[in-house]
């Protein structure tokens, strides 16, 4: 099967959509114990089942269920982890721009394991309602680590740091071929950290949690790379990497440089990076992608409503066509629309504008 068939397709998103208000009002009755679990499941059903609808609609080849199932990208998969504990970050840490509410903090109070299958049934949920390819994405390994970092790990349950990261690669394996399993053969894991690392101040925050930052790019990589051992041979894997993502505010600033090395070492299909701002920096980093490997250029905003200028954009693939070989590169928007259940500051409308506008463009480059 040539490459160009394979995904990370030429036009691809990351995930996540915005909550529509049934949805939306479905959670809050759950949450207020008006509607019960199987009520709220068939709202669910019924979003995934339109914006399936909707994606086949705009031309998309990678399909997802928006994570319209969880309430934050990360924490819902990572809770269901054999000793995970979700608490409140308290500190000023990794915080977002401009926002009072701050996710919770994945820590681990025990031996890290899994001990029953993870999304398996929402994969196969979706992968019933589309002939194209169902994705599935979660957190990566390295999600369970840097938020919190060594200061949210238990000591007495790990007073070593490799019994930490071999249990949770251990666990990611079974987790994964769980999926497998069920049938999933586009697998994105979601990891923020490559690109925090990125920026000086996340880097000191790091230190402070008593973790080198010069150190953990390498060890993300290990443990992910050790994560995907024994995934089936045709199953591709890609990362997803930014500088956070939460009703449209961000955490971290700078460019690759730092972590890209590390990060190009992963055991994996392609990358999806961020570019849509100077947040970002450059091009150049990618010079760096080995062979055979592609990289989705994340150039369109799911921060902010205003539609990107499709000349803009060829541009701008064509700037980054000239580090690395055009037939490497695809194009999708930088981050999912709604990372978490309270979505961005842009509509329903300009989230579906955006995703034909990837579309559009990447029939317009790559034919």
């Known amino acids: 099967m040539p490459l160009t068939a394979l ?48 994606q086949e609609a705009c031309g998309l080849q990678s399909i997802t269920d928006g994570e319209f199932r969880r309430d934050w990208w990360h924490l819902d998969f990572l809770a269901q982890l054999d000793g995970v504990t979700l608490t409140d970050n308290n500190g000023p840490k990794f915080r977002f721009a401009g926002q009072d509410e701050q996710p919770p903090i994945a820590s681990v109070t025990g031996r890290i394991g899994c001990s029953r299958p993870i999304m398996a049934d929402d994969f196969s949920f979706l992968a019933a309602l589309t002939e194209r390819t169902p994705k599935l994405t979660i957190p990566s390994p390295s999600m369970l680590h840097l938020r919190g970092g060594r200061a949210a790990i238990s000591r007495q349950v790990y007073p070593d740091l490799d019994a930490f990261w071999h249990d949770v690669a251990m666990a990611y394996r079974v987790a994964i071929g769980h999926l497998a399993a069920a049938g999933c053969r586009y697998l994105q894991l979601d990891d923020i950290t490559f690109a925090y690392l990125c920026d000086p101040k996340i880097r000191q925050n790091c230190r402070d949690n008593g973790d080198d930052p010069d150190e953990l790019p390498r060890r993300y990589a290990a443990v992910i790379n050790a994560a995907l051992v024994g995934r089936p041979d045709d199953m591709v894997v890609t990362i997803h990497t930014c500088r956070g993502n939460f009703k449209s505010a961000w955490v971290a600033e700078g460019g690759y440089d730092p972590v890209v090395e590390a990060m190009f070492s992963t055991d994996v299909d392609g990358w999806f990076m961020e570019f849509d701002s100077a947040r970002a920096g450059g091009f150049e980093p990618l010079r760096h992608l080995p062979a055979g490997k592609k990289v989705v250029l994340g150039l369109v905003s799911t921060k902010v409503g205003e539609l990107e200028s499709a000349d803009a954009l060829v541009q701008r693939i064509e700037d980054a066509a000239r580090v690395v070989p055009l037939d490497q590169l695809c194009l999708s928007p930088q981050c999912g629309f709604s990372s978490t259940h309270h ?13 034909e506008r990837v579309v559009e463009v990447a029939k317009r480059v790559w034919g």
């Open 343 to 355: 979505g961005n500051a842009l509509s329903a409308d300009d989230q579906w504008r955006k995703l």
């Open 7 to 54: 995904p990370p397709f030429r036009a691809d998103h990351v995930g996540s959509l915005l909550r529509p208000p049934a949805l939306a009002q479905a959670r809050a009755q759950n949450r207020q114990g008006s509607l019960d679990g199987a009520g709220l499941r068939a709202a669910e059903d019924a979003a995934i089942v339109e914006a399936v609808r909707r």
